[in-house]
């Protein structure tokens, strides 16, 4: 691979992308960018580019920490820095591994010689290499959730805290943050997509010229990096000069009323969730100004600002796509505007009922703006990729139609050989916690108990690698019966490494949930489908919520289909369950086994990664004499597996033949009805049993004292 970097302006298309990273070069404060879009984009390709573009900036020699010397940090651990002698050095830019660990995130002390010399060593990590550089986490939604708020913390602090055995260590870490994700693989809480400032949508061009443009440079830059490069010189050195004289001027852009009551008028028309997005805009609605050489905020920025702030902040569940009403937003835009272009005299207060002054640009309480800066801001084209704009979610269009014609119509009536057209799910509820038994050591969630990073400490053990987490009083019980013998004088207590133990904590994994749907026609009613529908989307709302992984196997007519391969994203599987088409026999066996070779497969590919199989079935199985036998034989395998399993029983009627309780029992799994599934109707039952024991207790009680 060659060290000449990919030149930023040799990159084709993508303006919405182009201007946000842009954006935070000429201020971090804007809070980084996170980039949606597919495989094959550019994306990492870019955010390389930039830190080519960076000023080079001025550190203390010998400061691991890159601390300005015009201004050190007081509390650096190379510290203090007392006129200190300085060098140059380009930006940095720091990659993030998607298997990173929090130690070498935040850097670790170095305990074995805390302990035995009684010194404090302290290792940097990532973050005090990226201070005044660029931080880019690429495949971020594949991160563990406490590192990505780890991340996001220092970013939004400009400070990293290290918290050990009894020792604070503290730094600055003030970078440019950018992540990267494909949604296909899974999204980010609304949380955490809430602490990025900006997000682009990005997807591959359409165009047949534009595409070819794109091979064409990337061949150029594969069969002569360092002249590729070289054509492009005079564009890189002509930005990097408008990223600093943008940078100049960012303190002296003014954020006038008009502006700021328009960017809280758009934060309130969206309904959007807490005030950052209002600040977010702020600054980049400012950033914008600086970019296009104005010291004034006009109404194009605060567009452009809601399009880049706005999209990520509205999604309200994990089932809604990003995405921004541009209709609405001018219409706020204008109505907003004109309430303080009339009356220049200042009679009274507009409709709203402010009555601050007007217009002048006397009101400066946003000072607090230190915005980004973009490409695109007013003299650059507008994007024609697309942004905010996300895939829209459809309803299907044979609902609410279909209803109508079928009841004077007896044939069209769900038959076990005919196909019936999807039907929407029923609303999502919160439901029970299902567990795998036992202890388990995958992948930090929130279902299952496991041996974790985190959580609280359950015993202690010889390391396993670096010591990073020291459990003294193990240690010092392991060192304590040879004192003796290593000629132990005064107080001081002699360890050696052979002594040292470290924590074994227990907290929660995530597990692979695996759904095993019945689509056949004894489940095609419609009102019953749309009720089972409703229940599988709960449970992958609530896999969601737990961080597992999910995988989706159904089966109808002759065969079973692996309708979602094991996936950390739980929209694709609401999609899937959407378009869910019903009707046909009832191979059951088909559909357990195939499922018994997805777990396979998985555990091959992730050991440590426990399943969790939920088969949603009313447990009939016909397609021959001998599919029920098949199936039990089918449900036996997972059973000397130890699978851990439920049955979602979706029998209905008033006679019930209880065959789903049956296929429970093989498995060796637990069965719930529809209305068992439910948290509050378990918590209702809990309490009536609780209240009967009272009153069964008081009433014994009564009698005893006659």
Known sequence: MSDVRYPF???????????????????????????????????????????????????????????????????????????????????????????????????????????????????????ARAHRGVLYIDEVNLLQDHVVDLLLDAAAMGRSYVEREGVSVRHAARFLLVGTMNPEEGELRPQLLDRFGLTV????????????????????????????AARFAEDERALAEHIVAARGLLPKVELTDVALRQITAVCAAFEVDGLRADIVMARTAVALAAWDGRSEVLEEDVRKAAQLALPHRRRRNPFDAPGLDEEQLDRTLEEH???????????????????????????????????????????????????????????PATEGAEEPAQPPVPAQHPSP??????????????????????????AQGRRSPAETTGGHTIRARRPQGALARLHLTATLQAAAPHQVARGRSGRALVVHKDDFREQVRQGRESNLVLFVVDASGSMAARQRMTAVKGAVLSLLMDAYQRRDKIGMITFRGAGAELALPPTSSVEVGAARLESLPTGGRTPLAAGLLRAHEVLRVERLRDPNRRPLLVVVTDGRATGGRDALDRSRRAAALFAAQGTASVVLDCESGPVRLGLARTLAGLLGGTAVSLDELRAEGVASLVRESRTENRGATSTASMRKAA
Do not use: W
């Open 417 to 442: 050989a005919r196909e019936s057209a999807p039907v929407a799910a029923g609303d999502p509820y919160r439901t029970r916690l299902f567990t795998v038994k036992g202890t388990g050591q995958g």
């Open 201 to 228: 949508e990005i997807a591959a061009t359409r165009d047949p010229a534009e595409r070819a443009e794109v091979v064409r440079r990337r061949l150029g830059y594969d069969a002569d990096p360092a002249g590729f």
């Open 9 to 127: 302006t040799a990159i084709v298309g993508m303006a919405d992308l182009r201007l946000g990273l842009l954006l935070n070069a000429v201020s971090p404060a804007v809070g980084g960018v996170l980039v949606r879009g597919e495989k094959g984009t550019a994306k990492s390709t870019m955010v390389r580019a930039l830190a080519g573009l960076l000023p080079s900036i001025a550190t203390v020699d010998d400061c691991r920490f890159a601390c300005d010397p015009a201004a050190p940090d007081p509390q650096c651990p190379d510290g203090p820095h007392v006129s200190p002698s300085a060098s140059e050095r380009p930006s940095q830019l720091v990659e993030l591994p998607v298997g990173v660990a929090e130690d070498r995130i935040v850097g670790s002390l170095d305990l074995e010689r805390a302990l035995a010399e009684g010194v404090k060593a302290y290792e940097p990590g990532l973050l």
């Open 337 to 395: 505007a004109q309430q303080e272009d009339p009356e220049p005299e200042g009679d009274g207060p507009g409709p709203d009922g402010d009555g601050g002054p007007q217009g002048g640009p006397d009101g400066g309480p946003e000072d607090d703006g230190p915005g980004g800066g973009g490409p695109d801001g007013g003299g650059a084209p507008e994007p024609s990729d697309g942004g905010p704009e996300g895939p829209a979610s459809e309803t």
